[in-house]
């Protein structure tokens, strides 16, 4: 067995094959996806990710709803994507860097892979990050879990040993990190997107859960009004209504603490516990901005 690839250990069948070459974003790249589930939409698959859920990812494959629009997080990555990777070359001239096509796996053609790189034996992911929030040590494989399930779903597909993740955070810090296939995961990832697409075969739809992409979906099905009313139950008035008031008295409780926080803060940049962060002072013009709250939390 070699160490570029995995083909010893599966079937010809369960190798990959080229679907074709597509510009990220494309009407081309979204309808080579739109059968499928690519490394980016696996994550929601599994409810890990923090942009799209399974409930919306779920509607968007069944044209319910429309594609993604692209944010400004997005577009600025795909901006820096080329200098990452470029970056990445320069550190490591061991192996030409190729723009990667779009693939899948012959035997289970919705199962998709859209790398940024091919390095050699190994692939290249190009990320960028607003903070470190979720990035361990560099050299590790401690980076956000969305990112990993990407990293293993392209590693499944095209039966490589590993991927690499150049990441720029705020805009001038570079990292590098390392994901190693892991069987017993890409398992699951298989098993959860087998079981996805047969829900959408079958019609049946996820559960409405509280991730902000399920309420934008949810907000998105109806076409026009009809001036009527609609009868709901008690229980679910109820519920609603108990969601609101807590909500309400959590962000009185929010703003109070983020005022004792600020307060604290003074003219810092950071509060930190232990040297790990906890919240992150902006200021424009000289005053407070805002605070935005680590990613990452846990309480001692």
């Known amino acids: 067995m070699t160490d570029t690839a995995l083909a010893g250990e599966q079937s010809p069948a369960a190798g990959p094959v080229v679907v074709g070459h597509f510009e990220p974003g494309s009407e081309e790249w979204h ?22 859920s399974r409930f919306s990812l779920w509607h968007r494959k069944q044209g319910l709803i429309s594609p993604v629009e692209e944010t400004e ?69 401690e980076i956000p879990v969305h990112y990993r399930a990407q990293c293993l779903q392209y590693l499944d597909v095209l039966q ?33 997107g087998a079981e996805f697409m047969a829900s959408l075969a079958a019609g049946a739809r996820p559960d409405i859960d509280g991730h902000t992409a399920t309420y934008q ?3 998105a099905l109806p076409d026009g009004i009809d001036d009527i009313d609609v009868p709901i139950t008690a229980g679910l008035r109820d519920e609603y209504f108990a969601a609101l008031d807590t909500a309400k008295a959590a962000e009185e409780q929010k703003r109070r603490l983020a005022g004792l926080v600020l307060d604290e803060i003074g003219t810092g940049h950071r509060a930190v516990v232990d040297r790990q962060i906890v919240a992150t002072r ?8 805002s605070l935005q709250p680590a990613r990452n939390r846990s309480a001692a």
């Not at 902006?282 to 901005?289: A, E, I, K, S």
């Open 160 to 192: 490589r040993r590993r991927c690499h993740l150049a990441v720029l955070i705020a805009g001038s810090e570079y990292r590098e990190y390392v994901v190693e296939y892991d069987p017993a995961e890409a398992q699951i990832l298989r098993d959860a």
């Open 31 to 52: 309808a080579a996806r739109r059968s499928g589930i690519g490394g980016s939409e696996i994550a929601a698959v599994l409810g890990i990710s923090p942009y799209e």
């Open 217 to 219: 979906a949810i907000k």
């Open 282 to 289: 902006t200021v424009h013009d000289g005053r407070t901005h």
């Open 73 to 141: 997080e997005m577009y600025w990555g795909k901006v820096h994507e080329p200098a990452i990777c470029a970056r990445f070359a320069e550190l490591h001239p061991e192996h030409p860097l190729n723009v990667a096509p779009t693939y899948a796996v012959a035997a289970r053609r919705w199962q998709i892979a859209n790398p940024d790189r091919i390095w050699g034996p190994d692939l290249l992911e190009a990320k960028t990050a607003r903070t470190a929030d979720g990035w361990g040590t560099e050299g590790t494989d």
